[in-house]
């Protein structure tokens, strides 16, 4: 945009140029050709002529930044106006003429011009002392250049100067040089001039010899030079002008000699002269009077061109307005659409943005809806769930509390086992989901023994479901010969809820517990876990929704126990080990779930015969245990289930009782609850552990296992317990921490 405005400046500075230069004929000629033809036409005293080609120079000068031309081209302009007595336009282009010769350097042209300025100022009282200055400014330039034609010149003049004004002394300053200075080929006026005004000053010194000679010689230049054809009239009534002026002085000699008779026939030829002076004036004058016409003329086309100039400016002006106004409209209208198709533009992309937010907000309604009529119904079924056994709950305890007969009372009891044992597992359940879901489940990394880990689950669970009567076989690759290190209690609650299952829907059947190695490296295992089952199998059409959350709550077949939500929950746990769980299942033949999770070598190979060897068998041994819980109820159950497998238990109400009791009897195992007056479990162990270091502190304790787990190992707890527990894995923790300390 910038360069489009640059060019169209230019292109209106050219074309208005041309314009001012299409009024001289003179386009194609050079500047110096315009001054030499100025120079021409001024001697051949046509002056408007010379003017005009001198202003025509002048443009192309100025448009060429010719200082050293515009020097001269004013020069001729100032020399012509006082050529025709207009002294102040003369004074005012030598001026101008004055300033382009310094700034160009030209030191001739500025020497002449000194001169010429002088000549027009010391005409005028006012401006006489400045003339004078210039004529010495003059001279001074002169014999810096060493030009003596030029020296001669202001020399003159100021001689002549003080003569008029009777100095004659200063007179004598500038004469006395200039006589020196004059020689051969020096011009007759010059010759003359000088002649003359060293006569006068001879007569005013009254060295009357020397002035007679000097007139003399005066009279005869000029009595040669008014019969040379060669001059013109100006000339010729310049040489009589001197002519009678050297009679005037003549005249005055005779006079100052009292020779009256010489001195008036010499007064009679300065007025014959003045008269014939006066009539080559007279013919200057008249030929004046033309000049003054064409300068007039010139004048006035001068002044017609510059309004016509000022009219184009103004039109140019104009012009240059109503383009740069079109410039800027057209501008305003360019930045407008810009701005226009931006906003098109922008408002597409927002509009991409709005419909893709819709739609995710669309998305997340569908989300939140779903969640929330998922929720719901999940309400209504946990309710649902938990009322039914809540209800056999109480019905029963009233039956029981209404003193049955015996035989009745053990089924009973039984009854309100199971139902307490299903509300603790659906509880479980849900908690365990909630937790996965808000992402609050971490992966632990212990070490731990896989085949002890199975042969555990498969123990508890195959006594609970004794009654289908199936055979478990459990075959663990031959390859996996060292613990794992991994999260032992995810895999364990997969193993529990498939192993569970596959118990459950299988009746006079077989279940098999495959671990495969698919592939081994130098510190880790991939593992296969397959659980198969030669029982019910899953209908096709079940088989898609069988891992959704809450979705088998509603088990249509009520035959069976469950919560509906343990293979939800596998299929989160597996999906926390980045993997995923698969299925096949046939009606009637049976069902296989299998997945595969790698876990980390814990050990080197020669330590596991020695884990194997903690394996050690639930109920056989009789150990001193200190319970610490300030729960009186808890105390009884903790203690009655540990007296039935033969355990000799005591009771600490608080941390302080625990730690005192410590001090003074020996006990193979504490079991400690950690929220407790006074003294809690941790603070407790902290002090215990200053004292005893080896006995295994277990804590016992409703707080959930990942809460805890880390604070209880850091003050010096061996292991952790969750209540309620079950009674196998209760035993065996008990079990497992006793032993690592016997085989230390
Ligand atoms: P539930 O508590 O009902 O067992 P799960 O989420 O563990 O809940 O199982 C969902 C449903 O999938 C079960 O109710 C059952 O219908 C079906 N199912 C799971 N495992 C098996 C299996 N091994 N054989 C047959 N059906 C199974």
Redesign the pocket.
Known sequence: MKNFIKHITLLLLVSFTQILQSQSSLISDSIQTYIEKAEKLQEEYKYGQSLEIAKAALQNAKYNNDDKSLGYIYNIIAKNYEINENDKKARGNYRKALTYARSSKSKVLETDLYNSLARVYTKHNLTRAKGVTYYKQSYEYAIKLNDTARMIRPLLNLGEYYISRSDFDSAYEYLAPARELIYENSSNLVKTKLSGLLGKYFLNIRDYEKAEEYIDEAISYSLGETKNKNNNDELISTYFEELASSYETKSELYRKQQDYQKAYYYQKRQFQNILKAKDFKKLIELQRANIKYEVDQYEEKIKKAESEKKESVAKVAKWKISIILGIILILISLAFLISAYKNNIQKKRLNGVLIEKNRELISAKETAEQVSTLKSQFISTVSHELRTPLYGVIGLTSLLMENPEEKKKSEYLESLKFSGDYLLALINDVLQLSKIETNEVTLEKVSFDLRSLIEGIVNSLHTKQKSNNNTVHIDIDKKINTTLLGDSVRLSQILI?LIG??L??TKDGNIWVYVKCLDQKEDKYVLRFIVR?D????PKS?QQS?FDNFA?VK?E?QE?E???????IVKKLIHLHKSDIKME?KEGKG?EFYFDLSYEKAVKEQEISLQAGENISVGTSNFNVLIVDDNKINQIVTKNILKKKGYTCNIASNGMDAIKMLKVEKFDLVLMDINMPEMNGLEATKVIRTFNTHIPIIALTAVEEGEIRNQALAVGMNDVIIKPYDTQQFFQTIMRNISKVKMA
Do not use: H
């Open positions: 809820n299952n596959a459950k829907f089952d029982g019910i199998g899953i079940k069988i088998q088990n077949n069976y469950g919560t509906g939500l343990g293979l939800a299942s069902s």
